[in-house]
């Protein structure tokens, strides 16, 4: 599976982002599609995820009712809207698709494949 991020960018604090992911290739093999974020000197962590199949989603404490996951079957488009945006959402953020599993999975290892990255600044 291929996937391409878009939506970053640079925002004040208190502010708005959507990142977009779009997905090609052989798709009906993802299982769970998520996003993960990269701030420098930090280990990859969990943002979101939800399943391809079904609305069931998962969130890290540190985003639970600031950001949404959401997604489009049809397009093969996961969405993240990030609101009340903080300095410390600053970071790389990834989006992946796991093809296999059975669960909402937040470690990095459990995803097959991964985007180029998203670039998003929250300035104070």
């Known amino acids: 599976v291929q996937l391409v991020e878009s939506g970053g960018g640079l925002v004040q604090a208190g502010g708005s982002l959507r990142l977009t992911c779009a997905a090609s290739?052989?798709?009906?093999?993802?299982?769970?599609r998520g996003w993960f974020r990269q701030a420098p000197g930090k280990e990859r962590e969990f943002v979101a995820a939800?399943?391809?199949?079904?609305?069931?989603?998962r969130y890290a404490d540190s985003v639970k009712g600031r950001f949404t996951i959401s997604k489009d079957n049809a397009k093969e488009t996961m969405y993240l809207k990030m609101n009340s945006l903080k300095p410390e959402d600053t970071a790389v953020y990834y989006c992946?698709?796991?093809?296999?599993?059975?669960?909402?999975?937040?470690?990095?290892?459990?995803?097959?494949?991964w985007g180029q990255g998203n670039q998003v600044t929250v300035s104070s």
């Open positions: 992946a698709a796991g093809v296999g599993g059975t669960d909402l999975y937040n470690t990095v290892e459990k995803y097959d494949d």
């Open positions: 290739g052989e798709t009906v093999r993802t299982y769970v």
């Open positions: 939800i399943a391809w199949v079904g609305t069931t989603a």
